[in-house]
């Protein structure tokens, strides 16, 4: 293993320990899956980059990099739609008062 997948890998595992770190200290449903979705997207990207590093081929690279953007598009979306189904059940705390409030517009 060449030193930049272990550096894109080390990284790939600091971001994902911190997704975890943050599921367990956050104390309300919104900011636990917002410190998951954020850190767990980029820790998999990472691993995907460190792949790529590694293997060093080419349909093996497309296939990783069409992974990472699928996983890019597709967890922030599902993130945001349970973020506004527990939003709207109105079982959530919001820790801070808010301006305006786009979802009771919907």
């Given at each position: 293993?060449?030193?930049?997948?272990?550096?894109l890998?080390?990284?790939?595992?600091?971001?994902?320990?911190?997704?975890?770190?943050?599921?367990?200290?956050?104390?309300?449903?919104?900011?636990?899956?917002?410190?998951?979705?954020?850190?767990?997207?980029?820790?998999?990207?990472?691993?995907?980059?460190?792949?790529?590093?590694?293997?060093?081929?080419?349909?093996?690279?497309?296939?990783?990099?069409?992974?990472?953007?699928?996983?890019?598009?597709?967890?922030?979306?599902?993130?945001y739609?349970?973020?506004?189904?527990?939003?709207?059940?109105?079982?959530?705390?919001?820790?801070?008062?808010?301006?305006?409030?786009?979802?009771?517009?919907?």
């Open positions: 293993m060449n030193p930049l997948t272990l550096i890998f080390l990284i790939g595992v600091i971001l994902t320990l911190l997704a975890a770190v943050g599921s367990l200290k956050f104390p309300d449903t919104l900011t636990r899956m917002a410190a998951v979705t954020k850190a767990s997207t980029a820790g998999v990207v990472f691993f995907c980059l460190a792949a790529i590093s590694h293997f060093q081929d080419l349909e093996s690279s497309l296939m990783l990099a069409a992974a990472a953007a699928i996983l890019c598009m597709g967890i922030p979306i599902s993130s739609l349970i973020g506004r189904a527990r939003v709207r059940m109105d079982k959530a705390k919001h820790p801070l008062v808010l301006k305006r409030d786009d979802l009771s517009v919907d």
